[in-house]
């Protein structure tokens, strides 16, 4: 059993960064595709980026150019690092583990987080 523990949310200024962090216990870290996703209220959770075993990255387009994804495995953390933050970035985030090497839908994600808030004041 994997879990997942995100941290590094806050409130940041338009414009501004931020990096959250993703901490791995329970799994191989390096044998899990991993992803950021964040959910709107009231919205089901999107997709926004991913690292896979191979470490080959992907992101959505709103985030593309602005937030970058890596892993350290002897840390057993992945990292999102957010800059140019809008305030559409605004949500909750959420970490997520996989097996499939393009796992993308939440279904393909076995293993969650708890989430952590992001709020990017205009």
């Known amino acids: 059993q994997v879990q997942l523990v995100e941290s590094g949310g806050g409130l940041v200024p338009s414009g501004g960064s931020l990096r959250l962090s993703c901490a791995a216990s329970?799994?191989?870290?390096?044998?899990?595709?991993m992803a950021w996703f964040r959910q709107y209220p009231g919205k089901e959770r999107e997709f926004v980026a991913r690292i896979n075993t191979n470490n080959n990255v992907y992101y959505s387009d709103s985030v593309k150019g602005r937030f970058t994804v890596s892993g350290d495995d002897a840390k057993s953390t992945m990292y999102l690092q957010m800059g140019s933050l809008r305030p559409e970035d605004t949500a909750v985030y959420y970490c997520?583990?996989?097996?499939?090497?393009?796992?993308?839908?939440?279904?393909?994600?076995?293993?969650w987080g708890q989430g952590t808030q992001v709020t990017v004041s205009s």
């Open positions: 329970g799994g191989t870290f390096g044998s899990y595709t």
């Open positions: 997520a583990a996989g097996r499939s090497v393009r796992a993308y839908f939440m279904r393909d994600y076995e293993y």
